[in-house]
């Protein structure tokens, strides 16, 4: 039968289950031996000399910042204007100035030639953020920090696995933060990773992890039950039966619209906060919040991922070919580039109307993920004009393409979006076939069809 579909970022089903077991048996789930050999392997698989995990990359970033000499109120922070709010939030939290970038339209990443434009003698930090596990123009950001001596900080958070000329992000940077939240690839429920190779910097920020509280038990448990209910909610099944029939009843009853439901779908499944919430919340406030350890048992979890972690990424890499050869996309990142995809997104010249279209035919996909920072009133003081960026947020849209979904339901994605209807199998066959895609095993499938 045919299922509806929607982005699905959930880990396999058997890590799932073994958190629940493991919660269950109530044995090393705050402290113990797999935080230390969770930070080992990924400070292998990076390629940097020291690691620390932490409650979330934000406050992994929270860490890195106020473990620099800075003059508050004076010193700068170059960032890109279309990223998470939090991590302008979090330099805001240390003292710093944000300056916002524009972004390249094709990538969505921070612009390398607004970057050097945006320097000034009070530049003293540039988060370079590879958005949706695209990795952005490293050698320039990177030969631009160097030039002017200034401190360079990686925000793969949506990056584990991509890589840059055969590198591995997160080891181009002075220091970098990676993010194991609830979505992301690799899915801790919660948490992240500070990665560096300054031996200073890794010592102050394990001296003030080893003073922060665990967090409580009923927090883990209400982690383990949103690692739990995202798995099921957008489970083929009950998301054909259960999760889109509610999602059409909220939008035939005008309760909610599709921009609104797309929007607390990625609020309540990512912990994200409220924007208003957001802007009030002080440095205090932040590190009560957020300023735990990272635990045994979400260690647990992550070592069960990193096992087959790069054969997902090769997976999803292979449905983004397919999808795009569907499309009729080309390619448009540079053939040193191997990203980890966090979303796929392409552009749309109405929207609204693409979402409906899409939720029509049974397939719920996401609208602009991020506002325009510099657009916000908790950043009023620091507006500038960025062009490229408030017209990718008018025309972004993102498509559903992880590994679990198949070939027809690929196809089926570009025809809506290309409002192709009603396409015969065997046009699918010769299609794919046309991009190489077919396995010996799919062959069969398609002829006897």
């Known amino acids: 039968m045919t299922f509806k579909i929607t982005h699905r970022m959930v880990p396999p089903k058997d890590v799932v289950f073994s958190s629940i077991r493991r919660l269950i048996s109530g044995r090393n789930i705050l402290s113990g031996p797999s935080i230390k050999k969770f930070e080992d392997e990924l400070r292998k698989y990076i390629g940097v000399d020291y690691a620390a995990a932490v409650s979330s990359a934000r406050y992994g970033l929270y860490l890195i910042l106020k473990s620099l000499p800075i003059k508050k109120g004076v010193d700068e922070v170059i960032l890109p204007v279309y990223m998470p709010v939090i991590v302008a939030k979090v330099a805001m939290l240390c003292g710093l100035k944000p300056v916002f970038v524009d972004v390249d339209p094709k990538t969505l990443n921070m612009d390398p030639d607004d970057v050097e434009r945006k320097i000034t003698k009070n530049t003293r930090v540039i988060i370079m953020v590879h958005l949706y596990g695209v990795p952005c123009d490293i050698d320039r950001i990177v030969s631009i920090a160097r030039k002017h001596n200034i401190f360079l900080v990686e925000d793969a958070s949506q990056a584990l696995g991509a890589t ?39 010592d102050k920020i394990r001296e003030n992890i080893n003073h922060l509280p665990y967090p409580s038990g009923i927090e883990i448990i209400y982690r383990v039950m949103i690692f739990l209910t995202n798995w099921f909610f957008t489970h083929p099944v009950f998301f054909t039966y259960f999760t889109y029939p509610f999602l059409r009843l909220l939008v035939a009853t005008r309760l909610m619209t599709l921009r609104e439901i797309s929007y607390y779908f990625q609020k309540y499944s990512r912990g994200v906060l409220q924007l208003h919430k957001m802007a009030k919340m002080g440095e205090e406030e932040f590190v009560r919040m957020f300023g735990k350890r990272f635990t045994n048992i979400q260690a647990e979890i992550g070592l069960k991922q990193l096992r087959n972690y790069d054969e997902r990424l090769r997976c999803d890499r292979k449905n983004v070919k397919i999808l795009e050869g569907f499309i009729g996309k080309k390619p448009v990142l540079p053939k040193d580039v191997v990203p980890a995809y966090f979303f796929y997104y392409t552009f749309v010249d109405n929207v609204e109307m693409t979402l409906k279209r899409f939720f029509k035919h049974g397939i719920f996909i996401y609208g602009a993920h991020y506002p325009v920072l510099s657009d916000l009133d908790m950043f009023s003081k620091y507006r500038c004009d960025c062009p490229l960026a408030c017209d990718a947020t008018k025309r972004v849209i993102y498509l559903p393409f992880r590994s679990h979904l198949s070939v027809e339901d690929l196809f089926r994605i570009a025809n809506v979006l290309s409002g192709k209807l009603f396409i015969s199998q065997r046009v699918l066959y010769e299609k794919v076939s046309h991009y190489g895609l077919i396995d010996d095993e799919d062959d069969e499938r398609w002829e006897k069809s």
């Open 164 to 202: 840059y000329k055969g590198r591995k992000v997160g080891s181009f940077g002075d220091a970098s933060v990676f993010s194991f939240n609830f979505q992301k690839n690799l899915n801790t429920c919660g948490g992240g990773v500070v990665l560096t190779n300054n031996k200073v910097l890794y």
